[in-house]
């Protein structure tokens, strides 16, 4: 039993050595890997972007740099606040419903850089103002969904200086009774992706067919709104397009080309009532540079032309109206707008309408 008992120390102490040190060991391993997880942790915080505390053409306001922090900043928006895009891609869809006033508008601001991305062009609005009153959009851009910017039941915004394209549809919609906007000085390309005659430039009101959907079946009055020296190319439908129940808009300024439409005649078509379009440029119309119709009775009238200039097709006209008698004699066409046919002032192609000096 003696020699047993010895075995059985030898062998305990053997045994407590190793456990010793695997001990050891565990413990270096362990503090190794703590401090590889340490350094690489370390190493990303380095190498991070750290949010920027203000913007470049922006006012101050509170920045944001990703989709969840500008969705929560919208969600929580109230009159007077300004929420600014930091550079970077911000994606999926984004809504405001929010309301400012007149004396304290919310503001997003960003850079061409800061780019809200709608994603696939089959569905959904990239950024919606849905009863958003008094809201200014300035300087981001906006890419994908199957619209890019839509506005319903929303007035007197500002949409300026935005880069809007690629997108599945119109690029910018006006809707739902929105009125007393103002979209100004952008830059609308790329359009159509998903449905090529869907693919205008920007869009006002609602076609007849779809008052019951949008406005209980009475005009979608979408009054009073101004398109206003923005670059409009790459467009499948109409530059700028104005549905019949719209009243009172203006269309200046604008330089609108036609030379990737498939599935319109015209830069701009006109079937509300009284609105003003002038100084307006186009070039590459498939055939004519305005056009005015008359698709539900009452509406098509008293649209006034002044000082456009339109490249048109050699049968075409540089205003075109497609209408009766009461449409006809409402429309004023300036004698200083101009027909281009190759290039040359062709004067017999300005309108059939006598032109008002």
Known sequence: MQGDSRVFGVEWWANYADVVRMSRMWRVWAAAAAGAVLAGALAACAGATPLPTSVAGCPDGRVVGDAGALRAALAEAGPGDTIVLAP??????????AAGTDTEP?????????VLDGGPTDDGYTLHLDGADHWTLTGFSVTGGMKGIMLDRTSHATLRGLTVSGVGDEAIHL???????LIEGNDVSSTGHRRPEFGEGVYVGSAQSNWCDISGCAPDASDRNRIVGN??????????????????????GNTLDGAAMTEADSVIDVKGNDWVVTGNTGTASPRDGAQVHAVVDGWGTGTRFSGNTFAIASDGYAIAIDAGAAVRSSTTIGCDDVALVDGEPAPARVSSVACTP
Do not use: M, P, Q, W
């Open 88 to 97: 970077g891609r911000y994606e999926g869809s984004f809504e405001a419903t």
């Open 106 to 114: 919310v503001t997003l601001c960003g850079t061409s850089d800061s």
């Open 175 to 181: 809707r739902a009774g929105s009125s007393d906007n």
């Open 231 to 252: 670059r409009i190319h790459e467009v499948t439908a109409e530059a700028i397009d104005v549905k019949e129940g719209t009243t009172a808009g203006e269309i200046s």
